[in-house]
């Protein structure tokens, strides 16, 4: 535990001096929020929604939650947060007054997002036009709406810190892993969890139950072997699969907000880091 905090404290001293150093770039910024999925989550489900005023609901084994507003707007959105209240939100999973965030709040990956991206996040999300939508209150299932409970869950489940580069990799295959681990945060709905709702580290993308209840793929090569590159590339671009069928509604989203988005790169940098894993049977039913 006192290991945990004086890393925190640590990381939060260097995170703050090296994002202060220089300005976020908007422009950039608003190309890692589309790679982070950020709309699908903080965009109600309906035509004409504003983006990014928060509504979306996630229906988990936990209760149903619902993305908040993250524009600008002083009252209902982050508009009186600082950089740092933003840092500490993603780095840490903390709210600005020291509170625990609700791990419905994917900062197990987003923790590992390297400073110059959240930097330019959070100068991203300063250009939106605020929004007046109050934020809903989610509705968990007792007892998990006990914040204090979810500091024994980090102790347990939460390792905080930037995405460190592994040099056994090669630098395409460290990007990948990136966008993959980090950015894109698959992990949360394809690596399966515990009783706890920790995610289970030694079955890393071997699907199962997602966080809706529904099954969702391993994304390990056990799966992916019987694809080529050309189909694997397709789907992610169009979400059509090699025998015709069409990826679901939620993953359609994903493709359609994010993986077709990604530049030539970046896609072939996430296909080789996912062709790289060890290949893991499929999570029972």
Sequence with gaps: MIGFALAVVALASLSSASLAAAAGDPK?????????????????????????????????????????????????????????????????????????????????????????????????????PPSSRANQPHEPRFPFGWRLLVTPWKWL?????????????????????YLVEALGHCGECHTPRNLLGGPKRDRLLAGGKGPDGKRVPNLTPTRLKD???????????????????????????????????????DLAALMAYLRSLPPLPDEPR
């Design 227 to 265: 694809w080529n590159d050309r189909e694997l590339k397709e789907f992610l671009l169009t979400g059509t699969t090699p025998d015709d069928d069409a990826a679901n509604e939620t993953m359609g989203e994903v493709i359609r907000n994010t993986t077709s988005r990604l530049t030539p790169e």
């Design 28 to 128: 950039h910024g608003e190309y890692v929020v589309r790679v982070g999925g950020c709309m699908g989550c903080h965009t109600e489900d309906r035509k004409g929604a504003v983006a990014f005023a928060g509504g979306r609901a996630l229906k988990t084994p936990f209760g149903t939650f619902y993305g908040p507003n993250i524009t600008p707007d002083p009252k209902a959105g982050i508009g009186q947060w600082t950089e740092t209240d933003f840092v500490r939100a993603l780095r840490y999973g903390e709210r600005p007054d020291g509170a625990n965030f609700l791990p419905v709040f994917p900062y197990l990956s987003f923790t590992k997002i390297k400073d110059s991206d959240l930097r330019d996040i959070w100068a991203y999300l300063r250009t939106l």
């Design 157 to 177: 489940f939460f390792t905080p810190g930037p995405f460190v580069e592994n040099k056994q990799r090669t630098p395409v295959l460290d990007r990948g892993a």
